[in-house]
C-alpha cells in the first residue's frame, strides 16, 4: 500500500503565499515519487474536487486556468517530494487541498481526470481569508 502525505496548508492572507508539499511512502513496486505522474486537485465546501496542477513523469506541468501565473508545481526527486508554491492567494483559493499519484504513462490533459489517480493523500486545509 502506497501512502502520500501533504504538508504545508494553514491559514493566510489575501495576497500572501504558502508552499504545499507531497511525499509518499511504502510499497511503490520500487517507484520512487519521481516516477509516477503527480496532481494537486482541491475541494471547497460543497464543491467537486477539482483539478489544479500536474507534472508529469518527463517534467511537463499543466494547471487549471485560475492559477495559472500564481501557482507552481514542481519535483524534487532527490527529496522525494513534489511541491505546489502558492503565491497571491485568494479567498477563492480557499480549499482541502489534495496530492495524488498516477501511473507514469498518463500526461497532460489525462491529469486532469482525477479518475486517472491510484493513491490520494488525506488532504491539507488552506484558509485564505480577505
Known amino acids: 500500500q502506497v501512502q502520500v502525505v501533504e504538508s504545508g496548508g494553514g491559514l493566510v492572507q489575501a495576497g500572501d503565499s504558502l508552499r504545499l508539499s507531497c511525499t509518499a511512502s511504502?510499497?511503490?513496486?520500487?517507484?520512487?515519487?519521481?516516477?509516477?505522474?503527480v496532481g494537486w486537485f482541491r475541494q471547497a465546501p460543497g464543491k467537486e474536487r477539482d483539478f489544479v496542477a500536474a507534472?508529469?513523469?518527463?517534467?511537463?506541468?499543466s494547471y487549471v486556468d485560475s492559477v495559472k501565473g500564481r501557482f507552481t508545481i514542481s519535483r524534487d526527486n532527490a527529496k522525494n517530494t513534489v511541491a505546489l508554491q502558492m503565491n497571491s492567494l485568494k479567498p477563492e483559493d480557499t480549499a482541502i487541498y489534495y496530492c495524488?499519484?498516477?501511473?507514469?504513462?498518463?500526461?497532460?490533459?489525462?491529469?486532469?481526470?482525477?479518475?486517472?489517480?491510484?493513491?490520494w493523500g488525506q488532504g491539507t486545509q488552506v484558509t485564505v481569508s480577505s
Open positions: 507534472i508529469g513523469w518527463i517534467g511537463r506541468t
Open positions: 495524488a499519484l498516477a501511473p507514469p504513462i498518463y500526461d497532460g490533459e489525462t491529469l486532469h481526470d482525477s479518475t486517472t489517480y491510484d493513491y
Open positions: 511504502g510499497r511503490t513496486s520500487g517507484r520512487t515519487l519521481g516516477n509516477y505522474a
